[in-house]
C-alpha cells in the first residue's frame, strides 16, 4: 500500500507574485493574517517541526522529504503549472530533479487552471490565461519525458504516473493523450500512466474514453459536505445568523466528521478510480471577504478513521496498485496540510502511519490468484 501526497511548490517569491500580490508574496503571507471566523474555528494555521520554510533551501525539502517517509507517506505528487511552454512556481521541483535529492519518490499533477484572483474572491479578474495547442501538446510532453526518466519518479505498473488537474479543459483530450504517449515511448521514457482528477462536476467522467487510464478522487467532494453548520439556538446567535454580514451566510461551514461518514458510504464507480482523504479543509485565509469553504470539528482521529476505512475497502490485488492520494502534503491556506502544526503537532502524520499499518493488517497476505494489474 502506497500513499502519495499532493504539493504546493507555493512556498517561495516569484516575479509573477510580486506583481500581482505585493512583493514578497509567498502561500505564508495569506496563511499567517488568517483569523477565526467564529468560536472554536482554529485559525490561523502556524507550522511547527518545519518552521516557516522557503523551497528554495534544499534543507527545507530534504526535512519534508525525511519526515514524510518516516510517518508512511510514499512520494508527493507535485503541482505543475505548464502555460504553452512557460512555468510557473517551477524552482524547487526543478531544483530536485537538477541535484537528485531529496532522494524521495514524486510524481507530477498539471494543474492546468487559468490563473484567477480567486483566492480572493475575484475569479472574473484573470492573471494568466490557460491556452492549448496541438504543437504544445509535443512540446509539454517533451519536457515531462525528462521528469519521467529520473529513476525516482513514481510509477503505476511500471509507467510513470501523470495527473490532469482539469481534463474538462482540454480541446480534444484523445489527440494530447495519443500524442503524449506516442512521443514519451519514442524518448525512451515509457507509456505513462495517465489519470484524470476528479474535483469538478464536468470532469467526473469515465477516464477511458478519453484515453487515460484511471481517475483519481479528490477530497474533498463538494457534493458531499453534509449538512451546513447553522449557528446555535439563542437571540444572539439568531441575530448573527440572519445578519446579512454573518458568517453562517457569507461562508459554507460543514462538519468534517459528516463529510467522513459521507465519503466512506459512497458508493464504487464501474471504472478505474484511486481513492482520497484530506485532514481537513478551510480556505478562510484565502478568502477573507467571505465565500470560504470550512471543515469544522477536523481530528486526528477521525482522519486516522477515514484513512484505515478508505485502505481497507480496496480489495485484495497486487499490492503494486494499492495506491491512496492525500490532499495534501502542505496545503497551509487551505487547512488542509499533514505538516506538523502548532496545534496537533504529528498528530496527523502518527494517524497517517497507524491507520495504514492497521489497513495491511486487516487485510492480510494478498492471495496471488486475486491479484489485478488495474484498480477498481
Known amino acids: 500500500m ?15 507574485n510580486d506583481v500581482w500580490w505585493g512583493r514578497g508574496f509567498t502561500e505564508w503571507t495569506t496563511v499567517s493574517r488568517a483569523r477565526p471566523l467564529l468560536r472554536g474555528h482554529h485559525q490561523p494555521h502556524l507550522p511547527a517541526d518545519l518552521g516557516f520554510y522557503d523551497l528554495r533551501v534544499p534543507e527545507s525539502r530534504a526535512a519534508q522529504a525525511t519526515l514524510a517517509a518516516r510517518y508512511g507517506i510514499d512520494g508527493f505528487c507535485y503541482y505543475h503549472y505548464w502555460f504553452e511552454g512557460r512555468r510557473l512556481l517551477e524552482r524547487p521541483f526543478d531544483e530536485v530533479l537538477r541535484s537528485g535529492q531529496p ?15 480567486r483566492w480572493d474572491g475575484g475569479d472574473n479578474d484573470v492573471l494568466l490565461h490557460q491556452t492549448y ?29 501523470f495527473l490532469v488537474y482539469r481534463v474538462s479543459d482540454l480541446p480534444d483530450p484523445q489527440r494530447t493523450v495519443d500524442v503524449w504517449r506516442r512521443e514519451s515511448v519514442r524518448l525512451g521514457a515509457g507509456d505513462p500512466y ?14 477511458r474514453p478519453l484515453g487515460f487510464d484511471a481517475a483519481v478522487t479528490f477530497a474533498p467532494d463538494w457534493r458531499r459536505l453534509g449538512p451546513a453548520v447553522r449557528a446555535t439556538a439563542g437571540r444572539r446567535a439568531l441575530r448573527k445568523a440572519f445578519s446579512r454580514r454573518s458568517v453562517y451566510r457569507t461562508n459554507r461551514l460543514h462538519d468534517y466528521r459528516s463529510l467522513v461518514e459521507q465519503a466512506l458510504s459512497s ?3 464501474p471504472y478505474p478510480t484511486y481513492p482520497s482523504v484530506c485532514p481537513g479543509f478551510d480556505n478562510s485565509p484565502r478568502r477573507p471577504s467571505g465565500g470560504a469553504t470550512v471543515l469544522l470539528g477536523s481530528s486526528p482521529s477521525l482522519y486516522e478513521k477515514w484513512v484505515r476505512e478508505t485502505c481497507c475497502r480496496l480489495g485484495p490485488r497486487d499490492a503494486e496498485e494499492d495506491l ?14 499533514l505538516e506538523p502544526c502548532q496545534r496537533w503537532g504529528r498528530e496527523y502524520l502518527e494517524a497517517h502511519e497507524r491507520a495504514t499499518n492497521e489497513a495491511l493488517r486487516r487485510k492480510g497476505p494478498i492471495p496471488a ?3 489485478s494489474l488495474t484498480p477498481s
Not at 532522494?103 to 484572483?117: K, S, V
Not at 496541438?134 to 519518479?153: C, E, K, M, N, V
Open 2 to 16: 502506497r500513499s502519495l501526497a499532493f504539493y504546493l511548490p507555493q512556498f517561495h517569491p516569484i516575479p509573477e
Open 369 to 371: 490468484s486475486s491479484a
Open 133 to 161: 495547442s496541438a504543437a504544445d501538446d509535443l512540446r509539454h510532453i517533451r519536457w515531462l519525458a525528462g521528469a519521467f526518466a529520473d529513476p525516482r519518479y513514481f510509477r503505476v505498473q511500471g509507467r510513470p504516473l
Open 267 to 269: 458508493p464504487r464507480v
Open 194 to 207: 495517465l489519470c484524470i482528477v476528479h474535483n469538478f462536476d464536468a470532469d467526473r467522467v469515465d477516464p
Open 324 to 337: 491512496l492520494f492525500v490532499n495534501a502534503w502542505n496545503e497551509w491556506g487551505e487547512g488542509n496540510h
Open 103 to 117: 532522494d524521495f519518490p514524486f510524481c507530477l499533477c498539471w494543474a492546468n487552471e487559468t490563473w484567477t484572483r
